[in-house]
């Protein structure tokens, strides 16, 4: 219902140096090329109607030009939720100064954070602003980098759902088993959703294990480790 309303023509657009930045096709549900199979089923949360509603509003006020707050919902709203396309948008609009004072030094910390899951619009657009930069530019960008990989990055964000459903299975714990089940909508089969976050959480471990493990990153992760040991083994 809403997967025309994110849906742009990749288009090459030019800012200074003559520098082609690509305004990748995109869908409320990223389509991943082909090259990044290995990342192609990243398990964060389903977008629900408020965020769907979030990226209808940003698509309408970048449309009519209302950029400031248009950067403001990229930044705030989806970008920390883990939208690649969120996180690309907030460092193209650095780069080319909509909304904001232009800041190449941004725009490439968060191209590299768009660049996570190795999908190809992202890192062609971070290799092409990467290779005009010196290496004070580069440092700086590192910097930023590092910090919104450990606020907004995937590992923080698979980090925070396991913990949402070691804190699930923990209730279910506490409760009779019949209160785990619970009508479905094709012939009254019952759904079993301890079961089912139990699947999820070992599909969320099992990437996390891929991910890389930066010190600054994988610090606040010990408590769960004996769960997902109890859970999953």
Do not use: C
């Not at 919902?73 to 690649?84: I, R, V």
């Amino acid at each position: 219902m809403v997967t025309a309303l994110r849906s742009r023509l990749i288009a090459a657009q030019t800012f200074g140096k003559g520098l082609a930045i690509l305004l990748v096709a995109s869908t409320v549900m990223l389509t991943l090329p082909s090259a990044a199979q290995e990342y192609r089923h990243f398990p964060g949360s389903v977008p629900d109607l408020r965020t769907a509603r979030i990226q209808e509003r940003v698509e309408t006020l970048y449309n009519q030009r209302n950029y400031r707050l248009a950067l403001r919902n990229y930044a705030e709203f989806l970008a920390p939720l883990g939208d690649k396309y969120a996180q690309y948008m907030v460092g193209y609009m650095h780069l080319s100064g909509q909304g904001t004072t232009p800041d190449p030094v941004q725009a490439l910390a968060w191209y590299r954070l768009a660049a996570e899951r190795n999908e190809t619009p992202y890192i062609e657009a971070r290799d092409t602003l990467a290779a005009t930069f010196t290496d004070e530019q580069r440092a700086a960008a590192d910097k930023i980098f590092v910090d919104l990989r450990r606020r907004i990055g995937d590992r923080q964000l698979l980090v925070e759902l396991i913990r949402r459903d070691v804190n699930a299975l923990r209730r279910f714990d506490t409760e009779p088993a019949q209160d785990h089940a619970t009508a479905g909508f094709l012939g009254g089969a019952q759904i079993d959703y301890r079961a089912l976050t139990i699947d999820r959480l070992r599909q969320r471990a099992k990437y996390l294990e891929r991910l890389p493990r930066d010190a600054d990153v994988v610090a606040n992760e010990d408590d769960i480790q004996a769960y997902l040991a109890r859970y999953l083994n």
